[in-house]
Protein backbone atom coordinates (compact mmCIF):
# COMPACT_ATOMS: atom_id res chain seq x y z
CA UNK A 1 0.00 0.00 0.00
CA UNK A 2 1.65 3.16 -1.32
CA UNK A 3 0.59 5.64 1.08
CA UNK A 4 0.03 9.34 -0.39
CA UNK A 5 -1.14 7.34 -3.81
CA UNK A 6 -3.36 5.45 -1.72
CA UNK A 7 -5.02 7.68 0.02
CA UNK A 8 -5.23 10.56 -2.87
CA UNK A 9 -8.20 7.71 -4.20
CA UNK A 10 -10.11 7.13 -1.32
CA UNK A 11 -12.96 8.95 -2.18
CA UNK A 12 -16.21 6.81 -2.18
CA UNK A 13 -14.39 4.31 -0.36
CA UNK A 14 -15.65 2.41 3.22
CA UNK A 15 -12.83 2.52 5.69
CA UNK A 16 -13.14 1.36 9.36
CA UNK A 17 -11.86 2.95 12.19
CA UNK A 18 -10.86 0.95 15.69
CA UNK A 19 -11.55 2.79 18.40
CA UNK A 20 -13.63 5.83 19.28
CA UNK A 21 -11.21 8.03 21.83
CA UNK A 22 -9.95 11.13 20.27
CA UNK A 23 -7.57 9.54 17.56
CA UNK A 24 -10.36 7.53 15.85
CA UNK A 25 -12.82 10.05 16.19
CA UNK A 26 -10.25 12.58 14.56
CA UNK A 27 -9.06 10.16 11.76
CA UNK A 28 -12.60 9.16 10.95
CA UNK A 29 -13.14 13.20 10.56
CA UNK A 30 -10.12 12.98 8.15
CA UNK A 31 -11.63 10.66 6.36
CA UNK A 32 -14.55 12.05 5.91
CA UNK A 33 -13.42 15.28 4.24
CA UNK A 34 -11.29 13.55 1.81
CA UNK A 35 -14.42 11.88 0.64
CA UNK A 36 -13.81 8.49 1.99
CA UNK A 37 -16.97 6.75 4.23
CA UNK A 38 -15.44 6.08 7.92
CA UNK A 39 -17.70 3.59 10.05
CA UNK A 40 -16.44 3.45 13.83
CA UNK A 41 -16.39 0.69 16.00
CA UNK A 42 -15.61 0.55 19.69
CA UNK A 43 -16.17 -2.19 22.10
CA UNK A 44 -16.95 0.17 24.93
CA UNK A 45 -20.31 0.03 26.53
CA UNK A 46 -22.52 2.96 25.24
CA UNK A 47 -22.60 4.64 28.75
CA UNK A 48 -19.04 5.30 28.52
CA UNK A 49 -18.34 6.54 25.29
CA UNK A 50 -21.63 8.54 25.10
CA UNK A 51 -19.79 11.96 25.14
CA UNK A 52 -17.87 10.17 21.98
CA UNK A 53 -20.69 8.81 20.11
CA UNK A 54 -22.26 12.69 20.40
CA UNK A 55 -19.38 13.88 18.84
CA UNK A 56 -19.34 11.43 16.36
CA UNK A 57 -23.68 12.15 15.83
CA UNK A 58 -23.19 16.10 15.61
CA UNK A 59 -20.14 14.63 11.95
CA UNK A 60 -22.91 12.67 10.91
CA UNK A 61 -20.06 9.53 11.06
CA UNK A 62 -21.48 6.26 11.23
CA UNK A 63 -20.67 3.90 14.24
CA UNK A 64 -21.20 1.04 16.39
CA UNK A 65 -20.23 0.52 20.27
CA UNK A 66 -20.31 -2.47 22.53
CA UNK A 67 -19.25 -4.85 19.55
CA UNK A 68 -17.03 -4.99 16.53
CA UNK A 69 -19.38 -7.05 13.82
CA UNK A 70 -18.87 -8.11 10.44
CA UNK A 71 -19.29 -5.05 9.49
CA UNK A 72 -15.65 -3.36 10.09
CA UNK A 73 -14.69 -5.82 7.86
CA UNK A 74 -16.47 -4.34 4.71
CA UNK A 75 -13.32 -1.54 4.28
CA UNK A 76 -10.70 -1.10 1.79
CA UNK A 77 -8.56 -0.69 5.08
CA UNK A 78 -9.05 -0.32 8.19
CA UNK A 79 -7.64 2.44 10.87
CA UNK A 80 -6.22 1.01 14.74
CA UNK A 81 -6.19 3.62 17.62
CA UNK A 82 -3.23 3.48 19.76
CA UNK A 83 -5.42 1.75 22.51
CA UNK A 84 -5.77 -1.15 20.29
CA UNK A 85 -3.60 -4.28 20.84
CA UNK A 86 -1.85 -5.68 17.50
CA UNK A 87 -2.92 -8.85 19.35
CA UNK A 88 -6.68 -7.99 19.97
CA UNK A 89 -9.17 -10.18 18.12
CA UNK A 90 -10.30 -7.63 15.92
CA UNK A 91 -6.58 -6.61 14.54
CA UNK A 92 -6.31 -10.54 13.81
CA UNK A 93 -9.24 -11.14 12.20
CA UNK A 94 -8.56 -8.27 9.94
CA UNK A 95 -5.05 -9.99 9.34
CA UNK A 96 -6.52 -13.42 8.47
CA UNK A 97 -9.31 -11.54 6.16
CA UNK A 98 -6.17 -9.81 4.35
CA UNK A 99 -7.28 -6.06 4.95
CA UNK A 100 -4.63 -3.83 5.33
CA UNK A 101 -4.64 -2.15 8.92
CA UNK A 102 -2.68 0.83 9.66
CA UNK A 103 -2.22 3.02 12.47
CA UNK A 104 -3.93 6.95 12.70
CA UNK A 105 -0.04 8.21 12.30
CA UNK A 106 0.51 6.06 9.15
CA UNK A 107 -3.05 7.54 7.84
CA UNK A 108 -2.18 10.89 8.70
CA UNK A 109 0.90 10.89 7.36
CA UNK A 110 -0.40 9.82 3.88
CA UNK A 111 -2.02 13.30 4.01
CA UNK A 112 0.84 15.67 5.67
CA UNK A 113 2.37 18.27 4.63
CA UNK A 114 5.35 20.66 5.92
CA UNK A 115 8.47 19.24 8.26
CA UNK A 116 7.83 16.04 10.17
CA UNK A 117 9.94 16.04 13.60
CA UNK A 118 8.74 12.49 15.34
CA UNK A 119 10.32 12.02 18.64
CA UNK A 120 9.76 8.56 20.49
CA UNK A 121 11.42 6.71 23.71
CA UNK A 122 10.16 5.33 27.29
CA UNK A 123 10.34 8.78 29.02
CA UNK A 124 10.45 12.45 28.13
CA UNK A 125 8.62 12.83 24.49
CA UNK A 126 6.05 14.83 25.68
CA UNK A 127 8.81 17.39 27.18
CA UNK A 128 10.63 17.35 24.12
CA UNK A 129 8.00 17.55 21.81
CA UNK A 130 7.22 20.92 23.32
CA UNK A 131 10.09 22.14 23.88
CA UNK A 132 10.37 21.89 20.33
CA UNK A 133 7.23 23.73 19.37
CA UNK A 134 8.53 26.28 21.42
CA UNK A 135 11.97 26.97 19.79
CA UNK A 136 10.41 26.63 16.38
CA UNK A 137 7.83 29.36 17.37
CA UNK A 138 10.35 31.41 19.42
CA UNK A 139 12.61 31.74 16.27
CA UNK A 140 9.46 32.52 14.31
CA UNK A 141 8.36 29.40 12.33
CA UNK A 142 5.00 27.65 12.00
CA UNK A 143 5.32 24.89 14.76
CA UNK A 144 2.56 22.38 15.76
CA UNK A 145 2.58 19.77 18.76
CA UNK A 146 0.80 16.83 18.11
CA UNK A 147 0.55 12.69 17.96
CA UNK A 148 0.55 11.73 21.72
CA UNK A 149 0.29 15.23 23.02
CA UNK A 150 -2.10 18.21 22.07
CA UNK A 151 -3.51 17.21 18.72
CA UNK A 152 -4.11 14.18 17.24
CA UNK A 153 -2.23 13.93 13.64
CA UNK A 154 -5.06 13.59 11.98
CA UNK A 155 -6.05 16.91 13.42
CA UNK A 156 -3.05 18.74 13.08
CA UNK A 157 -3.44 17.60 9.04
CA UNK A 158 -6.90 18.97 9.08
CA UNK A 159 -4.96 22.12 9.85
CA UNK A 160 -2.03 22.41 8.52
CA UNK A 161 -0.22 23.39 5.52
CA UNK A 162 3.24 23.44 3.73
CA UNK A 163 5.17 25.97 6.15
CA UNK A 164 3.98 23.66 9.26
CA UNK A 165 6.50 21.69 11.65
CA UNK A 166 4.72 18.69 13.00
CA UNK A 167 6.31 18.24 16.43
CA UNK A 168 5.11 14.90 16.62
CA UNK A 169 5.27 12.85 19.84
CA UNK A 170 5.14 9.19 18.96
CA UNK A 171 4.59 6.35 21.76
CA UNK A 172 5.22 2.93 20.32
CA UNK A 173 1.58 2.25 20.25
CA UNK A 174 1.15 4.58 17.60
CA UNK A 175 4.38 3.45 15.65
CA UNK A 176 2.61 0.48 15.64
CA UNK A 177 1.41 -0.30 12.10
CA UNK A 178 3.34 1.84 10.72
CA UNK A 179 4.23 1.38 7.18
CA UNK A 180 5.44 4.67 5.10
CA UNK A 181 5.47 6.77 7.99
CA UNK A 182 9.04 8.71 7.13
CA UNK A 183 9.75 11.67 9.48
CA UNK A 184 12.70 14.47 8.12
CA UNK A 185 13.89 14.48 11.59
CA UNK A 186 13.34 11.52 14.21
CA UNK A 187 14.86 11.04 17.91
CA UNK A 188 14.39 8.40 20.26
CA UNK A 189 15.61 9.70 23.56
CA UNK A 190 16.23 5.99 25.68
CA UNK A 191 14.64 2.58 25.60
CA UNK A 192 13.65 1.14 29.40
CA UNK A 193 11.11 -1.62 30.16
CA UNK A 194 7.66 -0.36 29.81
CA UNK A 195 4.29 -1.26 28.35
CA UNK A 196 5.57 -4.85 28.30
CA UNK A 197 2.49 -6.21 29.04
CA UNK A 198 1.27 -5.38 24.97
CA UNK A 199 4.68 -6.87 23.55
CA UNK A 200 3.81 -10.36 25.10
CA UNK A 201 5.74 -9.55 27.90
CA UNK A 202 9.10 -9.62 25.24
CA UNK A 203 11.71 -6.19 25.54
CA UNK A 204 12.86 -7.38 21.94
CA UNK A 205 9.62 -6.47 21.01
CA UNK A 206 8.83 -3.33 21.98
CA UNK A 207 12.45 -1.97 21.09
CA UNK A 208 11.20 -3.12 17.35
CA UNK A 209 8.19 -0.90 17.76
CA UNK A 210 10.26 1.68 18.33
CA UNK A 211 12.95 1.46 16.15
CA UNK A 212 9.76 1.67 13.19
CA UNK A 213 10.53 5.43 13.55
CA UNK A 214 13.10 5.19 11.60
CA UNK A 215 13.04 2.28 9.23
CA UNK A 216 11.96 4.31 6.24
CA UNK A 217 14.60 7.43 6.59
CA UNK A 218 16.84 8.11 4.18
CA UNK A 219 20.04 9.75 3.54
CA UNK A 220 18.73 12.54 3.21
CA UNK A 221 16.68 12.55 6.96
CA UNK A 222 18.04 13.21 10.26
CA UNK A 223 18.22 10.66 13.62
CA UNK A 224 18.94 11.27 17.12
CA UNK A 225 19.76 9.07 18.97
CA UNK A 226 20.60 9.08 23.03
CA UNK A 227 24.58 7.61 23.05
CA UNK A 228 24.12 6.86 26.60
CA UNK A 229 21.43 3.95 25.94
CA UNK A 230 22.70 0.46 25.16
CA UNK A 231 19.57 -0.10 23.10
CA UNK A 232 20.81 2.83 20.65
CA UNK A 233 24.12 1.51 20.60
CA UNK A 234 25.26 2.49 16.15
CA UNK A 235 25.45 -0.97 15.23
CA UNK A 236 22.17 -1.75 16.24
CA UNK A 237 20.53 1.20 14.26
CA UNK A 238 20.21 0.06 10.35
CA UNK A 239 19.46 3.02 8.69
CA UNK A 240 20.35 5.00 5.75
CA UNK A 241 19.71 8.54 8.21
CA UNK A 242 22.30 10.85 9.32
CA UNK A 243 22.95 10.08 13.02
CA UNK A 244 23.80 12.79 15.75
CA UNK A 245 24.34 11.41 19.26
CA UNK A 246 23.55 13.03 22.58
CA UNK A 247 25.22 12.16 25.84
CA UNK A 248 25.65 13.06 29.56
CA UNK A 249 29.06 11.16 29.45
CA UNK A 250 30.73 12.24 26.29
CA UNK A 251 30.78 14.71 23.61
CA UNK A 252 30.32 13.50 20.24
CA UNK A 253 31.74 14.97 17.54
CA UNK A 254 28.36 14.43 15.96
CA UNK A 255 26.19 15.54 18.49
CA UNK A 256 25.86 17.25 21.95
CA UNK A 257 27.29 16.52 25.53
CA UNK A 258 28.16 18.01 28.57
CA UNK A 259 31.50 19.92 29.57
CA UNK A 260 32.42 22.60 32.37
CA UNK A 261 28.35 23.82 33.08
CA UNK A 262 28.05 23.97 29.61
CA UNK A 263 26.02 21.77 26.84
CA UNK A 264 28.16 21.92 23.47
CA UNK A 265 27.04 20.78 20.17
CA UNK A 266 29.42 19.85 17.81
CA UNK A 267 29.01 18.76 13.54
CA UNK A 268 32.36 17.20 12.79
CA UNK A 269 34.02 17.72 15.65
CA UNK A 270 33.31 22.11 15.64
CA UNK A 271 31.62 23.85 18.29
CA UNK A 272 28.86 25.28 16.82
CA UNK A 273 26.25 26.28 19.76
CA UNK A 274 26.59 26.54 23.28
CA UNK A 275 24.03 26.67 26.20
CA UNK A 276 24.97 27.04 30.33
CA UNK A 277 22.84 24.62 32.19
CA UNK A 278 22.66 26.98 35.03
CA UNK A 279 19.97 29.23 32.47
CA UNK A 280 17.47 26.07 31.81
CA UNK A 281 14.68 26.59 33.99
CA UNK A 282 14.23 22.81 34.00
CA UNK A 283 15.22 20.51 36.68
CA UNK A 284 17.85 17.38 36.80
CA UNK A 285 20.06 15.82 34.73
CA UNK A 286 17.78 14.23 32.36
CA UNK A 287 16.18 17.31 31.43
CA UNK A 288 19.53 18.68 30.16
CA UNK A 289 19.65 15.27 28.07
CA UNK A 290 16.12 16.41 26.42
CA UNK A 291 17.10 19.68 26.39
CA UNK A 292 19.82 18.68 24.15
CA UNK A 293 18.11 16.23 21.98
CA UNK A 294 15.48 19.22 21.36
CA UNK A 295 17.92 21.24 19.87
CA UNK A 296 19.46 18.86 17.89
CA UNK A 297 16.24 18.51 16.53
CA UNK A 298 15.84 21.96 15.23
CA UNK A 299 19.14 23.42 14.70
CA UNK A 300 19.03 22.79 11.06
CA UNK A 301 15.75 24.97 11.01
CA UNK A 302 17.12 27.43 12.88
CA UNK A 303 18.67 30.42 10.99
CA UNK A 304 19.19 33.05 14.37
CA UNK A 305 20.81 31.14 17.76
CA UNK A 306 20.20 34.34 19.83
CA UNK A 307 16.73 33.85 18.82
CA UNK A 308 17.49 30.06 20.11
CA UNK A 309 19.19 30.57 23.34
CA UNK A 310 16.11 32.83 24.27
CA UNK A 311 13.92 29.75 23.28
CA UNK A 312 16.28 27.73 25.63
CA UNK A 313 15.65 30.60 28.53
CA UNK A 314 12.17 30.70 29.12
CA UNK A 315 10.79 27.49 28.53
CA UNK A 316 9.48 25.91 31.82
CA UNK A 317 8.77 22.89 30.73
CA UNK A 318 5.06 21.00 30.34
CA UNK A 319 2.35 20.13 32.64
CA UNK A 320 2.56 17.11 34.80
CA UNK A 321 6.01 16.29 34.62
CA UNK A 322 8.03 17.59 37.51
CA UNK A 323 5.30 20.87 38.00
CA UNK A 324 6.07 22.53 40.68
CA UNK A 325 1.88 23.74 41.79
CA UNK A 326 3.07 25.64 44.67
CA UNK A 327 4.76 26.16 48.10
CA UNK A 328 2.80 26.12 50.94
CA UNK A 329 3.63 26.92 54.32
CA UNK A 330 7.80 26.85 52.78
CA UNK A 331 6.69 22.98 51.57
CA UNK A 332 6.96 22.60 47.52
CA UNK A 333 4.62 20.18 45.94
CA UNK A 334 5.43 18.74 42.28
CA UNK A 335 3.03 17.11 40.42
CA UNK A 336 4.68 14.44 38.21
CA UNK A 337 1.75 12.58 37.38
CA UNK A 338 3.55 11.81 33.98
CA UNK A 339 5.74 9.30 35.81
CA UNK A 340 3.50 5.97 34.98
CA UNK A 341 6.73 4.08 35.14
CA UNK A 342 9.69 3.57 37.72
CA UNK A 343 12.35 4.97 35.37
CA UNK A 344 10.49 8.13 35.55
CA UNK A 345 10.59 8.06 39.32
CA UNK A 346 13.95 7.40 39.22
CA UNK A 347 14.55 10.54 36.93
CA UNK A 348 12.48 12.86 38.86
CA UNK A 349 13.97 11.43 42.76
CA UNK A 350 17.45 12.30 40.88
CA UNK A 351 16.01 15.91 40.31
CA UNK A 352 16.07 16.86 44.69
CA UNK A 353 18.19 17.21 47.34
CA UNK A 354 15.28 18.60 49.55
CA UNK A 355 13.91 15.62 51.42
CA UNK A 356 10.84 14.32 50.13
CA UNK A 357 7.50 12.57 50.66
CA UNK A 358 6.73 10.72 47.87
CA UNK A 359 3.52 9.56 46.48
CA UNK A 360 3.26 6.06 44.91
CA UNK A 361 0.59 4.08 43.41
CA UNK A 362 -1.63 3.12 40.71
CA UNK A 363 -2.82 0.38 38.52
CA UNK A 364 0.51 -1.31 38.34
CA UNK A 365 2.38 -2.11 35.59
CA UNK A 366 4.25 -5.01 36.44
CA UNK A 367 6.40 -2.48 38.62
CA UNK A 368 10.14 -3.90 39.48
CA UNK A 369 10.58 -1.05 43.06
CA UNK A 370 14.27 -2.42 43.00
CA UNK A 371 15.34 0.20 40.49
CA UNK A 372 14.48 3.19 42.90
CA UNK A 373 15.26 1.51 46.29
CA UNK A 374 18.46 3.23 46.87
CA UNK A 375 17.41 6.37 45.80
CA UNK A 376 13.88 6.15 48.22
CA UNK A 377 16.19 4.81 50.88
CA UNK A 378 18.43 7.73 50.91
CA UNK A 379 15.69 10.92 49.95
CA UNK A 380 12.59 9.62 50.75
CA UNK A 381 11.40 10.92 54.32
CA UNK A 382 7.43 8.89 53.93
CA UNK A 383 5.76 7.47 51.07
CA UNK A 384 1.93 8.12 50.42
CA UNK A 385 0.86 4.34 48.88
CA UNK A 386 -2.35 4.68 46.60
CA UNK A 387 -4.69 2.74 44.44
CA UNK A 388 -4.50 -0.13 42.89
CA UNK A 389 -1.13 -1.34 43.59
CA UNK A 390 -1.24 0.89 47.27
CA UNK A 391 -0.75 -2.78 49.11
CA UNK A 392 2.37 -4.05 46.73
CA UNK A 393 3.85 -0.36 47.38
CA UNK A 394 3.25 -0.76 51.47
CA UNK A 395 4.75 -4.79 51.23
CA UNK A 396 8.21 -3.32 49.00
CA UNK A 397 8.69 -0.40 50.98
CA UNK A 398 7.27 -0.35 54.68
CA UNK A 399 10.81 -1.96 55.83
CA UNK A 400 12.42 0.22 54.31
CA UNK A 401 10.85 3.92 55.59
CA UNK A 402 7.88 4.99 56.38
CA UNK A 403 5.37 4.16 54.32
CA UNK A 404 1.28 4.94 54.70
CA UNK A 405 -1.40 3.72 52.62
CA UNK A 406 -4.05 6.37 51.52
CA UNK A 407 -7.42 6.46 50.00
CA UNK A 408 -7.31 9.54 48.05
CA UNK A 409 -5.00 12.06 46.31
CA UNK A 410 -6.71 14.91 48.78
CA UNK A 411 -6.42 12.72 51.80
CA UNK A 412 -2.47 12.28 50.92
CA UNK A 413 -2.19 16.22 50.62
CA UNK A 414 -4.05 16.56 53.98
CA UNK A 415 -1.76 14.46 55.71
CA UNK A 416 1.30 15.61 54.00
CA UNK A 417 0.91 19.42 55.10
CA UNK A 418 0.82 18.24 58.53
CA UNK A 419 3.67 16.03 58.58
CA UNK A 420 6.18 18.14 55.90
CA UNK A 421 8.11 21.15 57.17
CA UNK A 422 9.40 24.00 55.24
CA UNK A 423 12.40 23.05 53.08
CA UNK A 424 11.23 19.66 51.97
CA UNK A 425 9.13 18.94 49.12
CA UNK A 426 5.70 16.53 48.69
CA UNK A 427 5.88 14.64 44.90
CA UNK A 428 3.24 13.19 43.53
CA UNK A 429 5.67 10.30 41.19
CA UNK A 430 3.44 7.32 41.02
CA UNK A 431 5.32 4.71 38.56
CA UNK A 432 1.62 3.55 37.79
CA UNK A 433 -0.93 3.91 35.33
CA UNK A 434 -3.85 6.37 36.67
CA UNK A 435 -7.23 3.78 35.10
CA UNK A 436 -7.86 2.54 38.75
CA UNK A 437 -8.71 6.46 40.30
CA UNK A 438 -8.64 9.13 37.46
CA UNK A 439 -9.91 9.13 33.50
CA UNK A 440 -5.98 9.59 32.73
CA UNK A 441 -2.54 11.04 33.91
CA UNK A 442 -3.88 14.50 33.59
CA UNK A 443 -7.04 13.80 35.56
CA UNK A 444 -4.79 12.45 38.52
CA UNK A 445 -2.65 15.22 37.83
CA UNK A 446 -5.31 18.52 38.12
CA UNK A 447 -6.83 16.58 41.26
CA UNK A 448 -3.25 16.71 42.81
CA UNK A 449 -2.58 20.45 42.26
CA UNK A 450 -6.86 21.08 42.99
CA UNK A 451 -6.18 19.21 46.73
CA UNK A 452 -2.80 21.27 47.02
CA UNK A 453 -4.76 24.78 46.62
CA UNK A 454 -7.83 23.88 49.24
CA UNK A 455 -4.61 23.62 51.63
CA UNK A 456 -3.04 26.60 51.01
CA UNK A 457 -6.37 28.78 50.99
Do not use: W
Amino acid sequence: MQTREFFSKIGGKRISVIGAERSGIAAAQLIRIKGGLPFVSDKGSAEKLLGKTTILKSLEIDYEVGVHSERVFDAEFIVVSPGVPSNSAVVKRAVELKIPVISEVEFAYGFAEGKIISITGTNGKTTVASLIEHLLFVCGLHPIAAGNIGYTFSQAVMTGNSDIFYALETSSFQLDHTINFKPAVAAILNITPDHLNRYQDTMQLYVESKYKIFKNMTEADLLIVNADDSYLAQEKLHTYARILFFSLKAIPDNGAGVADGKMIFKENGETIFEFAINQLLLKGKHNVANVMAAVLCVLPFIKDQTLLAAGLRTFAGVEHRIELVKQVNGVKYYNDSKATNVDSVYVALESFEEPLYLILGGQDKGNDYSVIENLVVRKVNKIYAIGDSAEKVFKYFHQLVKTEIKPSIEEVVIAANNEARAGEVVLLSPACASFDMFENFEHRGRMFKEAVEKISG
